[in-house]
T-cell receptor
């Protein structure tokens, strides 16, 4: 089982709709979870971090964490073409200074 | 000026060459990382340095040799590489404190091609 799993996509969403990105992880003791966005030809940039069960909102982005189900998601409301990118889920392995990434979900927002 | 700067941005080398990748961070962070990004594969952690001490070596072949002379600079020395080592090599930094260690700031990457 992969440590961090994401659907590689591509995920296609119409402009203005909600994009939903999902991620599961295998290490039950993990405490820190992150979403990075990577535009084509660019390096990843951190957009959200979440440490507690529930929802965390930042502008159009909402991260959701369910530790019992070992599930993290990212919702993007009012999707814009500029949101088209690959979204990487990352989990900090318990007790280690090590961040494990999923393979990323490629998101395309269609005008 | 970006917070994490990598040079060179592009590198082509033969299998018998020796080259080095350089990373410099201007964010005052105390941890630095090398990641490898290949097509259709997740980002792979290679090395972690915290306070200039190597704390993670993720089973990387010895043809990759990291060096961290101080908290602002990180090098990756390359020698006798293989074509399958062609990839984007990303440097990142973070402030190593508890769970914030996952908040990485990446450089633009060095695209390596091994002929």
């Amino acid at each position: 089982q992969k440590e961090v799993e994401q659907n590689s996509g591509p995920l296609s969403v119409p402009e203005g709709a909600i994009a939903s990105l999902n991620c599961t992880y295998s290490d039950r003791g993990s405490q820190s979870f992150f979403w990075y966005r990577q535009y084509s030809g660019k390096s990843p940039e951190l957009i959200m971090s979440i440490y507690s069960n529930g929802d965390k909102e930042d502008g159009r982005f909402t991260a959701q964490l369910n530790k019992a189900s070992q599930y993290v998601s990212l919702l993007i409301r009012d999707s814009q073409p500029s949101d088209s990118a690959t979204y990487l889920c990352a989990v900090r392995i318990q007790g280690a200074q090590k961040l494990v990434f999923g393979q990323g979900t490629r998101l395309t927002i269609n005008p | 000026e970006t917070g994490v700067t990598q040079t060179p941005r592009h590198l082509v080398m033969g299998m018998t060459n020796k080259k080095s990748l350089k990373c410099e961070q201007h964010l005052g962070h105390n941890a630095m990382y090398w990641y490898k990004q290949s097509a259709k594969k997740p980002l792979e952690l290679m090395f972690v340095y915290s306070l200039e001490e190597r704390v993670e070596n993720n089973s990387v072949p010895s043809r990759f040799s990291p060096e961290c002379p101080n908290s602002s600079h990180l090098f990756l020395h390359l020698h006798t590489l293989q074509p399958e080592d062609s990839a984007l090599y990303l440097c990142a930094s973070s402030q190593s404190r508890d769970r914030a260690t996952g908040e990485l700031f990446f450089g633009e990457g060095s695209r390596l091609t091994v002929l």
